[in-house]
């Protein structure tokens, strides 16, 4: 009783912060403009911006809100009641978490791991056993986020045992630390390292392509313009999203 | 002297602001699992290296910040009151800047970690890179606290020993030291406690792995990623711990005070 109490005020707390911040719950205005609102994980930023623009560009009247977070964090905030129209998670863990607030997700884009090194692979660093020399400073994922999960399961497989100088709640923490020098060698997504062009050197890493990390995405059962957030999910698997997509690196689902 | 009564209300909106939400926390705590929660190893580990780490930062805040603290409140030299500004920057600063500050200078391509490293020493990924992050933002509690008490002092006392012939070094252990001993003490403890909560420039400087440098606020971060139930009881045992230190010590001072 007392935890629902807790959970029904921080939703009206979230409800205020929501109006505050001018964004208008109801957007289908009678002017026929529309604004949709997607949520999605933090690696998608890059991708999703483009593909926000190119369908405004064929969509006329719509305009597409973009928020990026953890995908945990924005499981948390649609599990509080926040209005969305669209999620597209980073594993299929946080959409599992949310079943009930989405309709029927799909798999839009893969992902798999790479070894990152600094530019010019200083230490020669040629696969995973050569991450378990201990006198390199390796940095992962930790276990409870999705590269960390990812991680595990490559190890694991390849029968690595690694000793991490630390594990990062962010992959992108991760890549930071490899692109400033304060690691010799991480484990980041493909589409990071892509991301980071020169700053990185990505090596080639055995069995890392049967450690898939698949994307779902899916419309709010609860949204605002169902309409809309289906055309943007169609508009996502069509040709001209997985184009974007895999431009950054990532794999067809 | 009584203050006007009306203050009551504004105050009364203060005490809501901070106490509502440690209720919200409380209330959320599932009983059920709290034990099992806490007691991971996990946690453990977690929140003895939080004591150690807090500890020896606190230990360090002493040794270099209460001389500094005596020379600001007592001495008179030029560049005094532009150190005294630098001292407090780590108070208002973000955490994760903090961290950046650490990084450029200490870590391994930092201004004097990259010759620590030629050196054959490491300190990134440490537990004394974690105790160094602690030291940093801690450093201005103990500083602010003790200059204060000992410019509340009353010089007569210090001039009298003076007069009977003291040393310097004699008056200050017999005559300031033990007067300033609350304020010390207060010092320290808040010292402590901040050391407990340091969070952003741990994270950004020393890395995160268990049993070396993943204390109870970066063990948090990371629970909430996939058990919030877990979080939620490691920041009771964080939320506790802050209140018992902070409380025991403000009892004790106020009392000293009357």
Redesign the interface.
């Known amino acids: 009783m007392i935890r629902r109490l807790a959970a029904s005020s921080s939703v009206a707390v979230l409800a205020l912060a929501l109006a505050a911040c001018g964004s208008d719950a109801s957007d289908a205005s009678d002017d026929g403009e529309t604004t949709l609102h997607v949520a999605a994980a933090a690696s998608l930023t890059d991708a999703f911006e483009e593909i926000a623009t190119d369908f405004e560009a064929t969509h006329e009247g719509v305009t597409v809100d973009l928020q990026f977070a953890g995908s945990s964090d924005l499981a948390t905030q649609i599990e509080g009641g926040a209005q969305l129209d669209v999620f597209a998670s980073a594993d299929q863990a946080n959409m599992d978490k949310v079943e009930d607030a989405v309709d029927d997700p799909q798999v839009f884009a893969t992902n798999v791991l790479t070894i990152v090194t600094e530019p010019g692979n200083p230490q020669k660093i040629t696969g995973l056993e050569d991450l378990a020399d201990p006198d390199l400073a390796v940095v992962v994922c930790a276990e409870q986020v999705p590269c960390g999960a990812a991680t595990k399961t490559l190890t694991e497989q390849e029968d690595v045992t690694l000793d991490p100088a630390s594990e990062e709640s962010k992959v992108t923490d991760v890549l930071t630390k490899v692109s400033t020098g304060e690691a010799d060698a991480g484990l980041v997504y493909v589409t990071d390292a892509t991301g980071a062009g020169d700053d990185v050197e990505a090596v080639r890493t055995e069995g890392a392509d049967k450690v898939v990390n698949r994307y779902p995405i899916g419309a709010l059962t609860d949204a605002a313009s169902p309409d809309v957030a289906a055309d943007f999910v169609d508009h996502l698997l069509g040709p001209q999203g997985q184009k974007v997509l895999q431009d950054k690196g990532f794999g067809a689902p | 002297m009584r203050p006007p009564g009306w203050l009551w209300v504004p105050a009364a909106g203060a005490v809501l602001v901070v106490v509502v939400p440690l209720l919200?926390l409380l209330?959320?705590v599932d009983a059920g699992r709290l034990w099992p929660l806490l007691t991971s190893d996990a946690s453990v580990d977690a929140l003895l290296l939080s004591l150690r780490t807090a500890l020896a930062a606190t230990v360090l805040c002493l040794l270099l910040g209460a001389p500094l603290a005596i020379l600001l409140a007592r001495g008179r030299w030029p560049g005094q009151s532009v150190l005294r500004a630098l001292v407090l920057v780590p108070l208002v600063l973000p955490p994760v800047v903090g961290g950046l500050a650490l990084?450029t200078t200490f870590?391994?391509?930092g201004l004097i970690g990259e010759h620590l490293v030629a050196a054959g020493i490491?300190i990134?990924?440490t537990t004394t890179a974690v105790v160094l992050a602690q030291t940093f933002v801690a450093l201005p509690f103990l500083v602010l606290s003790l200059e204060g008490a000992v410019r509340g002092l009353d010089p007569r006392q210090e001039e009298a020993a003076a007069t009977l012939g003291a040393s310097p070094w004699r008056r200050l252990t017999r005559v300031t030291l033990p007067l300033v001993g609350p304020g010390l003490l207060s010092g320290s403890v808040l010292a402590f406690a901040r050391a407990l909560g340091e969070f952003g420039a741990t994270?950004t400087f020393?890395?995160?792995?268990?049993g070396r440098?993943?204390t109870l606020p970066l063990e948090i971060?990371?629970?909430?990623?996939?058990d919030?139930d877990a979080a939620i009881a490691l920041s009771l045992v964080l939320v506790v711990l802050a209140t018992v230190i902070v409380g025991a010590v403000y009892a004790r001072t106020t009392k000293g005070a009357r």
């Open positions: 919200g209330t959320s990084l870590g391994r391509r490491t990134s990924y994270l020393a890395g995160s792995a268990q440098t993943r971060y990371l629970q909430r990623e996939t919030q």
